[in-house]
């Protein structure tokens, strides 16, 4: 199953246009992209294939962790990590009927 992974870091200083565009390129590979331009936060969302959150989490940091060194940014500590599978993202199909986020009725409804 596919899963959007977002994780957030926080710093001590303002990132660089130049330095959030290394990490968008480091994430590229894995359909990824990037923030933090101007702000002393950077992070990425990324999609991973995986059986579990759990799984789709640990597989999101490590990846994470790789774009990161290949960016050339500091570590910082992660602040969020947000994962949504393509089962959720739009409900999930049972009985006949999509649910919407709030779990009853259609999607944006």
């Known amino acids: 199953m596919k899963w959007s992974v977002g994780i957030e870091t926080e710093g001590d200083r303002v990132l660089t246009r130049e330095e959030v565009v290394e990490l968008a390129d480091a994430v590229a590979a ?4 990037a923030t933090g331009i101007g702000t002393n936060r950077y992070g990425a969302q ?5 059986g579990t959150r759990d799984e789709a ?8 962790t790789r774009a990161v060194a290949q960016a ?3 570590v910082y500590p992660i602040v ?3 994962a949504v599978g393509e089962h959720e993202e739009f409900g ?3 009985g006949g ?3 919407g986020p709030d779990g ?3 999607p944006g409804r």
Do not use: D, N, Y
């Open 80 to 82: 969020r990590v947000e």
């Open 72 to 74: 050339g940014l500091p």
């Open 46 to 50: 990324l999609l991973v294939h995986a």
């Open 97 to 99: 009927e999509l649910e």
């Open 57 to 64: 989490v640990e597989k999101a940091t490590a990846e994470f």
């Open 92 to 94: 999930e199909f049972e």
């Open 30 to 33: 894995s359909s990824g992209i």
């Open 104 to 106: 009853e009725g259609e």
